[in-house]
């Protein structure tokens, strides 16, 4: 079975701080997004990498950086935490799609962040 | 950009009895995906089912179908013998067909199940 591990189920941290969220994956997936999860507005892009190194912003990436150094791990940034980015953010990764896979997320579970 | 909506914030299903939960997306496409995720309390986020939307045929697995009705952009997820453990919360998904980074979610359905 495909495992997406992210690091930290709960963080706590002061605004201001430095957060690092680890996110590994097992399955040699391509692809790898990190998504935040707040209630009523489902789940919003905030980056993702296709390869090693590589990235892109997704719909809100104000705020965060990532980085890639492998392709098993992706880990997202928050240079200097804000009240506003108290969320749940979720991992996830696929393979490229073409036609032998719909390229379906494989989700982490989670890791809920409250910034004070 | 394409848009998914689940009108449905919160419902609730006996148990043994059978649920629908709606949605409907807005796309110019004619090739995509669909899925239905479900998520449980503080566990991962798993996929129920998926609908290529070149297939006519409704997607079945094992108590989940769902109802794809292309014209009028709806996949409503129907849930069948309800269980305890479907409670969860259930997000519509859309992505387009050739980007791959491109999923669209609902704001989801919060399912109960009453015993």
């Known amino acids: 079975d495909v495992k997406v591990t992210q690091s930290s189920r709960y963080l706590v941290k002061r605004t201001g701080e430095k957060v690092f969220l680890e996110c590994v994956q097992d399955?040699?997936?391509?692809?790898m997004f990190w998504y935040r999860q707040d209630p009523g507005l489902g789940l919003r892009l905030i980056y993702f990498?296709?390869?090693?190194?590589?990235?892109e912003k997704g719909d809100i990436p104000e705020g965060y950086s990532v980085s890639r150094e492998k392709k098993e791990r992706f880990s997202l940034i928050l240079e200097s935490a804000s009240t506003n980015q108290t969320s749940m953010y979720l991992c996830?990764?696929?393979?490229?799609?073409?036609?032998?896979?719909?390229?379906?997320?494989?989700f982490g579970e989670g890791s809920r962040l409250t910034v004070l | 950009a394409q848009t998914v909506t689940q009108s449905q914030p919160e419902m609730s299903v006996q148990e043994a009895e059978t649920v629908t939960l709606s949605c409907t997306y807005d796309?110019?496409?004619?090739?995509?995906?669909l899925f239905w995720y479900k998520q449980p309390p503080s566990r991962q986020m798993i996929l129920v089912i998926r609908?290529?939307?070149?297939?006519?045929q409704n997607a079945t697995e094992n108590r989940f179908s769902v109802n794809f009705q292309k014209a009028a952009k709806s996949f409503s997820l129907k849930i069948s013998d309800s269980q305890l453990g479907d409670a969860a919360m259930y997000f519509c998904?859309?992505?387009?067909?050739?980007?791959?980074?491109?999923?669209?979610f609902g704001s989801g359905t919060k399912l109960n199940v009453k015993p």
């Open positions: 996830a990764s696929s393979f490229p799609t073409d036609t032998a896979n719909t390229g379906e997320l494989f």
């Open positions: 399955m040699d997936h391509e692809n």
């Open positions: 990498s296709y390869d090693v190194k590589m990235k």
């Open positions: 796309t110019s496409e004619s090739d995509y995906y």
């Open positions: 609908q290529e939307a070149y297939k006519q």
């Open positions: 998904a859309y992505r387009d067909l050739y980007n791959f980074n491109k999923f669209y």
